[in-house]
């Protein structure tokens, strides 16, 4: 990692969330670098409900809390847990502020994954990665990792060859309970994966139905929705 602050204020991130930006890592295409908004539009998420400013409670970091989480997915399950969820290299000063490093999934051809919503709104039928989702699934109930909401703008759909296709979770890791009670049981844990997977692919089948992410959607509002800035992204939302 370059000692100097990484440059990445002349570049156009290629995502944007409600908290932070997202940009390719100069130089090496395998990785990205996440670092926060600091823009009046920004999303801010506070530790806990307060009325207190931000000088006195600090907002929510979603790098710490995303470099955490993902210490512990590594700590208790090791490398294998790299099939779904990327690996983080550690904080870099760049102009931006602190960003962290992490793993860029690029599909075979060596195009960026496209989140779920991406591949909704690109008119991409959902059930070609039917599949991929149940067996995303089906690894959470079997290393029993639990998450926040999963979102169909925080799931990639990575493609290492010709129609084959894997989810990575890149964003919503972590038990989002106060008590995590469905770790008590084995058999709850599973119940609740299963409720929570299928409640987003409900959702997912929804979004596909409506024909995706709007115009309206994208162009009031402060995020990107986890839609890359591109031509065919770009022309299908506006009817092209």
Not at 42 to 58: L, N
Not at 116 to 133: H, M, N, Q, S, Y
Not at 204 to 209: K, N, R, T
Request: contains cysteine; proline residues 5%.
């Amino acid at each position: 990692m370059p000692k100097e602050p990484l440059i990445l204020g002349d570049l156009e991130p290629f995502g944007v969330g409600g908290r932070r930006l997202c940009f390719e890592y100069p130089g090496d295409p395998g990785k990205c670098v996440k670092v926060l908004r600091t823009d009046p539009h920004r999303t801010v998420q506070f530790r806990a409900r307060t009325r207190w400013k931000t000088a006195i409670r600090p907002p929510y970091d979603n790098n710490e809390d995303e470099k955490r989480e993902i210490d512990k997915l590594f700590s208790k399950h090791g490398e294998s847990v790299m099939k779904h969820f990327p690996r983080h290299y550690g904080f870099i000063q760049t102009d931006l502020g602190r960003g962290l490093v992490l793993d860029l999934a690029r599909d075979f051809d060596g195009d960026i994954s496209m989140s779920l919503r991406e591949w909704i709104t690109l008119g991409k039928p959902l059930d070609e990665v039917r599949d991929a989702f149940h067996a995303f699934r089906d690894f959470l109930i079997d290393k029993c990792i639990f998450t926040r909401g999963i979102l169909d703008h925080n799931l990639v759909v990575f493609r290492p060859s010709e129609g084959q296709y894997r989810i990575v979770m890149i964003d919503g890791l972590g038990d989002s309970t106060l008590i995590p009670i469905a770790l008590m049981r084995r058999k709850w844990a599973e119940k609740r994966i299963i409720r929570k997977t299928t409640e987003a692919w409900r959702r997912m089948q929804a979004l596909s139905e409506r024909g995706g992410i709007s115009q309206d959607a994208l162009e009031n509002s402060s995020w990107g929705h986890g839609i890359r800035y591109n031509k065919a992204i770009n022309k299908r939302v506006k009817g092209e």
